[in-house]
């Protein structure tokens, strides 16, 4: 973790991470990486376990990686002055851009996940896929991440 941030606990800030499109980063069984912009997410408590629900789309190539890539994605809130990179990685596909280059954002390794979270951000949370399923009301696919680890940037915590 950089000095930069600090763990936090997950509902720490819900607000914050309830009002603002997030960054999922999703890697592939190489270790290549990809990043989508996310409205569609939910966190919530699933008997003793602290949940991210990310709906994503059959067509993405996320949902890709979601299902066949590594079980794992990061949930990143990005600050104010990287809202550019929310436009890149909601009109590009991961498929035939590499999206961390054209949007220049590093990344800081994941403490629980191999996937790692975006530096820089306002929250980061590292999540472990433990269940999926097919909705019936829409034409996105629901991911239930555990969230092993949150942070939150010092700016926020101020
Ligand atoms: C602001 C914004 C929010 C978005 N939210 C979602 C979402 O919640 N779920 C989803 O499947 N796609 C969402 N999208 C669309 C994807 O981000 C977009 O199709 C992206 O290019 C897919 O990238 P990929 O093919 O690399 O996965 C959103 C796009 C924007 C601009």
Not at 54 to 71: D, H, K, P, W
């Amino acid at each position: 973790m950089t000095n930069t941030r600090r763990e936090i606990k997950p509902f720490d800030y819900i607000e914050l991470f309830k009002r603002n499109t997030a960054l999922i980063v999703t890697m592939d069984k190489s270790g290549k990486l990809n990043m989508m912009a996310l409205d569609w997410k939910k966190m919530e408590e699933i008997e003793d376990k602290q949940v991210i629900r990310a709906q994503v789309a059959y067509s993405r190539y996320t949902y890709t990686l979601l299902t066949e890539g590594i079980n794992e994605f990061t949930i990143n809130i990005p600050s104010n002055e990287m809202y550019h990179a929310i436009d890149i990685a909601g009109s590009y596909s991961g498929r035939n851009t590499d999206k961390f280059q054209k949007t220049g954002l590093e990344t800081i390794p994941g403490q629980k996940t191999k996937v790692p979270t975006i530096k820089d951000c306002m929250l980061s949370y590292e999540c472990k896929i433990i269940q999926d399923s097919k909705s019936d009301l829409s034409s996105h696919h629901f991911f239930y991440g555990e969230i092993l680890a949150a942070y939150a940037s010092n700016e926020i915590i101020k």
